[in-house]
């Protein structure tokens, strides 16, 4: 029962992959079939952006097979915030809409860094531990 959350450029590279076990706001690392689930969708996910003018879609019908509700959201920046909950954990779509406004606060923080490098993996700690705080919500 885990939340899974990726982060991808809009170069279609992941700069944050990572994943949220329910009742806790531990980082995992993402397991590889999660990993190349999201991969998987990332070529669908931006085409379903380029077609429309929403800035998210909750429950995207795709990748239903693997047991997971799919939600997106993209940032102004134009990366995608992917984030996969199990079939089996019932999050309303208030939760998943502030969830996402507070994980764009955080990657807008980090990007607004001096060191900052556009395509490149997101790994620092605070970053983690803040992006667990705010998934945490969707995993009680």
Do not use: W
């Not at 996402?100 to 060191?115: P, T």
């Amino acid at each position: 029962m885990t939340v899974s959350v990726a982060v991808i450029s809009k170069t279609q590279q992941f700069q944050f992959t990572g994943q949220y076990v329910k009742g806790t706001p531990n980082y995992q690392v993402l397991d590889p079939s999660t990993y190349l689930f999201f991969y998987s969708l990332m070529d669908e996910v931006f085409q379903i952006f380029k077609q429309t003018s929403n800035q998210s879609l909750h429950k995207m019908n795709i990748g239903t097979d693997f047991l997971q509700q799919v939600h997106g959201y993209r940032t102004f920046t134009g990366s995608v915030i992917l984030i996969g909950i199990q079939n089996d954990i019932t999050v309303s779509e208030e939760k998943v809409k502030n969830c996402f406004i507070s994980i764009h606060k955080i990657l807008s923080l980090a990007m607004m860094n001096i060191f900052y490098k556009d395509n490149t993996m997101l790994e620092d700690d605070v970053l983690i531990n803040d992006i667990g705080t705010a998934v945490y919500p969707l995993t009680i």
